[in-house]
C-alpha cells in the first residue's frame, strides 16, 4: 500500500524548497495539511490536487490577454 501522507520534510524535498518554506506553505488557507497532535502530515492526494489546482489557475493567468 502506498502512502497516504506525507511529512512537511517530505513536502520540501517533493517542492524542491527550503523546509521553513515547506511549514510556510502548510499555514496557508487552502493548502491540505492535517495536525496529528504538534505533527503535520500533509495527505497526498490533497496535495496532487492542490498543486494541479495552482498550475492550472498561474497557467490561466497566463494566458489572459495573450491572442
Do not use: I
Not at 495539511?33 to 489546482?53: D, I, N, Q, S, Y
Amino acid at each position: 500500500m502506498d502512502k497516504l501522507t506525507m511529512s512537511v520534510k517530505e513536502l520540501a524535498a517533493a517542492l524542491g524548497c527550503s523546509l521553513p518554506k515547506a511549514y510556510e506553505l502548510t499555514e496557508r488557507a487552502g493548502f491540505p495539511c492535517l495536525h496529528l497532535g504538534r505533527r503535520k502530515v500533509v495527505p497526498v492526494e490533497g496535495f496532487r490536487l492542490w498543486l494541479a489546482a495552482q498550475t492550472s489557475a498561474q497557467g490561466a493567468a497566463g494566458r489572459v490577454g495573450v491572442l
